[in-house]
């Protein structure tokens, strides 16, 4: 008798729990943060940003905040929500280093596939080649001439060991069989400072935030990282590698939204629509167009999809990061 009046308050407890959990998340005095593992600025910032504010709409206005928790090629950030608590209020926004840390770093403390739930892949960036104003190159031909002209001297840029800028600045060498001197930073926008001031020479970022210094001249455009130029008008007399003759060269940055394992599924689903309406906002839409950039309205919204996308990349990036053989703690 008395099992059984306890049984029946734990199911009437656990009853009231499960909806109680879906209407009050996300708690009213409690702002949801997008940690971006790269510094204000760069391009993944500038991504999260723009899902907050379309996710935020979404929610009926809930306030969305990002924290840059920057370092270790993105990997500090990333293991911050792989340890944070799992309620939906701390999420990682992070690219294509999901799919290449883990065979960059020999240390990661995280695994990808079992310490974080998907919540969706939102956009999709093409890189650019970008080099230094005072760069005495115009054209990639000359600069491919330039680079050989001044093999051991040349310097490029790059987010760290396993981020987007180094990736693309990898394959860039392989391309053109001359090593370059790397020179890491917390994301790529200290990097595009120093490049613009002339203190590194080249850097491979996202044409998100790559055009606007383009437009400006503050920095030379030597080529684009897909297999046919943009339509976008700022980047619509830059050649592709391709076009050059580098042969397969292709890099496309895919950024995405991820919550620690185990956050309840109603959470879950609550977040996950919400990343489907901001997705299709004609603004954010727009915001990522204008920088060479699209959303991603696919099966890669959903959560198997996207996990299925970072397996299907991991499986692409793994062979060719090991034949290239850097490896970082
Ligand atoms: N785009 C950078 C990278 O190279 C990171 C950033 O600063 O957003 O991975």
């Not at 339509?231 to 580098?246: I, S, Y």
Request: overall charge positive.
């Amino acid at each position: 008798m008395m099992f059984a009046r306890l049984t029946l308050i734990a199911a009437a407890t656990v009853a009231a729990a499960l909806p109680a959990m879906a209407q009050d998340y996300p708690a009213a005095n409690k702002p949801i943060t997008f940690v971006v593992p790269y510094t204000s600025g760069g391009p993944t910032d500038k991504a999260a940003r723009d899902l907050a504010q379309s996710m935020s709409k979404a929610m009926g206005g809930v306030s969305i905040v990002i924290e840059n928790a920057t370092g270790a090629s993105g990997s500090i950030g990333a293991n911050k929500i792989a340890k944070a608590a799992n309620d939906g209020h701390s999420l990682l926004f992070t690219h294509i280093a999901q799919a290449t840390l883990p065979t960059f770093l020999r240390n990661i403390p995280y695994k990808v596939d079992t310490d974080f739930e998907f919540l969706g892949l939102v956009s999709e960036n093409p890189m650019n080649i970008i080099g230094r104003p005072s760069l005495p190159a115009n054209s990639l031909p000359e600069l491919v001439k330039w680079v050989n002209d001044n093999k051991g001297k040349v310097n490029i840029g790059n987010a760290g060991v396993g981020s987007a800028s180094h990736m693309c600045g990898m394959l860039f060498q392989s391309a053109l069989k001359v090593d370059m001197t790397p020179v890491p930073y917390r994301g790529t926008a200290p990097a595009m400072t120093d490049l613009i001031g002339g203190q590194i020479d080249l850097m491979c970022d996202q044409t998100t935030t790559t055009s606007q210094q383009v437009e400006g001249k503050k920095v030379k455009s030597y080529a684009v990282t897909t297999a046919k130029r943009l339509p976008a008008a700022t980047f619509k007399d830059t050649p592709t590698m391709q076009e050059a003759g580098f042969k397969d060269f292709q890099i496309t940055i895919w950024q995405g939204l991820y919550a620690p394992k185990g956050t309840p599924a109603p959470v879950l689903k609550k977040l996950n629509d919400a990343l489907k309406v901001a997705v299709k906002d004609p603004e954010f839409i727009k915001k990522q167009e204008l920088g060479g950039a699209v959303a991603i309205i696919d099966q890669r919204n959903e959560p198997a999809g996207h996990k299925a996308y970072v397996a299907q990349e991991t499986a692409k990036w793994t062979p060719i990061i090991k034949a290239a053989g850097v490896y970082a703690d």
